[in-house]
Each structure stands twice: as structure tokens, then as C-alpha cells.
């Protein structure tokens, strides 16, 4: 087992700059690939980026390549979401997940492959 809590959530202007924490317990967070997907009002929960065991392959969705970066620090535990230039569409609940991998280093962009989810932390943003 693994419990995941994100924090950083909040308030941003359009343009403006995030950073999201998962931190994680349990279990050592370099068995995990970790994920963050995120939820607006009315819509589906949508995949955004994940990240290998070893932190050495990422994956993005189009909408926010070259915006967004995925981190971890196995050391620390904790897995980050850096969110440069947010836009409106941005604006939506961010979860964090996480798929015990090992000994395999794949990372996944589907949302029925993660085992484990946080509670998830609120993004808005101004325009």
C-alpha cells in the first residue's frame, strides 16, 4: 500500500507559475511510476504526464508539452508537477497517482493502469 497526498494547489493568474508536491508513504516511491492527471467541472479525469521508476522517460499530453514538467525525488519521496504559463483550461482538480512497476521502468498514460490515487488539490486560473 501507498498513500499520496498533493499539495500546492491554489489560485493563479493566467500566465503565471505552480508547483505541485505528491508525497507519498508506505512504500519507497522508486517501485512506483508515478502520473498526474487532472479534472474540470463536467469532464472526464484526463491524463497529463507521467514519469518512470527511475525518472529517466516522461510522457505529456499535447495541451501542456513544453509548459509542464513532471519530477521526482525518490529520496524525498515526492513526486512534482511544475506548471509554467497556465491558461484557463488549466483550471481543474490535479490528482496524483501511482502504479508499483518494479522490477519494470515503464510509465503509463492510462487511467485504469494506476493503483493508487491522492485526494487531489485545486488549480484555478484567473484570466
Known amino acids: 500500500q501507498v498513500q499520496l497526498v498533493e499539495s500546492g494547489g491554489g489560485l493563479v493568474q493566467a500566465g503565471g507559475s505552480l508547483r505541485l508536491s505528491c508525497a507519498t508513504s508506505?512504500?519507497?516511491?522508486?517501485?512506483?511510476?508515478m502520473a498526474w492527471f487532472r479534472q474540470a467541472p463536467g469532464k472526464e479525469r484526463e491524463f497529463v504526464t507521467s514519469i518512470n521508476r527511475s525518472g529517466s522517460r516522461t510522457g505529456y499530453t499535447d495541451s501542456v508539452k513544453g509548459r509542464f514538467t513532471i519530477s521526482r525525488d525518490n529520496a524525498e519521496n515526492t513526486a512534482y508537477l511544475q506548471m509554467n504559463n497556465v491558461q484557463a483550461e488549466d483550471t481543474a482538480v490535479y490528482y496524483c497517482?501511482?502504479?508499483?512497476?518494479?522490477?519494470?521502468?515503464?510509465?503509463?498514460?492510462?487511467?485504469?493502469?494506476?493503483?493508487?490515487w491522492g485526494q487531489g488539490t485545486q488549480v484555478t486560473v484567473s484570466s
Open positions: 497517482a501511482a502504479k508499483d512497476t518494479y522490477p519494470f521502468d515503464n510509465y503509463y498514460s492510462r487511467r485504469d493502469m494506476y493503483d493508487y
Open positions: 508506505g512504500r519507497t516511491l522508486s517501485r512506483f511510476a
